[in-house]
């Protein structure tokens, strides 16, 4: 049986919803890929260029510590990773994620919260981070409208 896990990183709590719902909707097993350091509010604040989020993003290189890592990675064929789209793109939390395992030949499937950003650069940015693995098309959603796509997304494996 192909085994399914939701991995997932949210500061607000939204993308948290909508990967519980898709594990919940396919039975999949969840992670959350928390921070070691857990950001406030003001690390938050995208306005401030001397906010931990802002120095983050404008550095490609930066990759945060995860609190603790997904127990027996390998078992698991297909990967949904959500989370919410800073400046474009993925969190840079996203991408210490991306190089703490192997891929390759895996199933990997975006999805991401967003007020009005799409998830095509954070797309290319991950495919180009992991190009071994399986990339499926990836979706923008909200709460109420993840267990539908996960469903269907399951269907067409």
């Known amino acids: 049986m192909n085994q399914v896990l939701v991995a997932y990183f949210s500061a607000s709590g939204v993308t948290a919803r909508v990967a519980q719902e898709m594990a919940e909707a396919i039975g999949a097993d969840l992670y959350e890929i928390a921070p070691a350091e857990i950001y406030t509010s003001a690390d938050l604040n995208w306005m401030n260029k001397k906010s931990r ?19 027996n990675m390998a078992q698991y064929d297909t990967v949904f990773i959500g989370f919410p789209i ?35 650069k954070a797309e290319k940015s991950m495919q180009t ?19 539908a796509w996960a469903k269907e997304v399951i269907k067409q494996l």
């Open 129 to 147: 981070m992991v190009p071994n693995a399986n990339w499926k098309e990836g979706a923008l959603l909200h709460p109420g409208t993840a267990a």
């Open 53 to 71: 989020s802002s120095v983050e993003m404008n550095d490609p290189a930066c990759r945060p510590a995860i609190a603790k890592t997904a127990e």
């Open 86 to 120: 800073w400046w474009y793109v993925q969190p840079r939390i996203i991408d210490t994620f991306l190089e703490s395992y192997d891929f390759t030949g895996k199933t990997l499937i975006p999805f991401a919260t967003s007020g009005g950003s799409g998830i095509g």
